[in-house]
Structures are given as structure tokens and as C-alpha cells.
């Protein structure tokens, strides 16, 4: 059965940094492209960052581009999201994901970033 469980999350001012995990249980992980969504209030899933399953390639929403940084841990079955300066617009639910449109996610961990 697949389990992502994401932590890291919290209150940050603008300009501030957090790094979410994500520990992965019940697939292969080191087969897997795994990726970060978010949720904004009152707004849909929107696809943050993908990582491919050897951890070479990254690709990134414009918006974050520069700022955000994912990787892996194929050993300790983990995934990253290093996010520094952070904008209010960062402000949602972050979720680790199996696939691109988040439908198999774990239950998420909330950033604000907020004066």
C-alpha cells in the first residue's frame, strides 16, 4: 500500500526558508518519479517540482525557479523540498506525490509565509 508522509511545514516570514520531507512507503521508490504539489486556499492542485527516479534531472514551476530546490534519498526512500525565499504567494498545502496531478498524495503539511 502506498504512504507518503510529508513534514516540514509552518509559519515563515517572507524571505524565510523551510525544507519539507517526505518519507515514502509500499513501492518501489527508486523507480519512481516523484514529485511536490500544493493547494492554495480556495485554489486547485498545482504542480511545484518533479525529480526523476535517480535524482538527476529537476524541473520546476516558473514561479519557484531559483528558489526551490527538490531532491532524493533513494537509500532512505525520502524526498525533498528546499524553499528559500519564500513569497506569501508560497503560501498552501504542500503535498508529496506518485504522480504529476498529485492523485496519489500523502495528507500534505502546511506552509505560510506571512509577516
Known amino acids: 500500500q502506498v504512504q507518503l508522509v510529508e513534514s516540514g511545514g509552518g509559519l515563515v516570514q517572507p524571505g524565510g526558508s523551510l525544507r519539507l520531507s517526505c518519507a515514502a512507503f509500499?513501492?518501489?521508490?527508486?523507480?519512481?518519479?516523484m514529485y511536490w504539489v500544493r493547494q492554495a486556499p480556495g485554489q486547485g492542485l498545482e504542480w511545484v517540482s518533479t525529480v526523476s527516479a535517480s535524482g538527476n534531472s529537476t524541473t520546476y514551476k516558473n514561479s519557484v525557479k531559483g528558489r526551490f530546490a527538490i531532491s532524493r534519498d533513494n537509500a532512505k526512500e525520502m524526498v525533498y523540498l528546499q524553499m528559500n525565499n519564500l513569497k506569501s504567494d508560497d503560501t498552501a498545502v504542500y503535498y508529496c506525490?506518485?504522480?504529476?496531478?498529485?492523485?496519489?498524495r500523502g495528507q500534505g503539511t502546511q506552509v505560510t509565509v506571512s509577516s
Open positions: 509500499g513501492f518501489t521508490f527508486s523507480d519512481a518519479w
Open positions: 506525490a506518485k504522480n504529476r496531478d498529485g492523485l496519489v
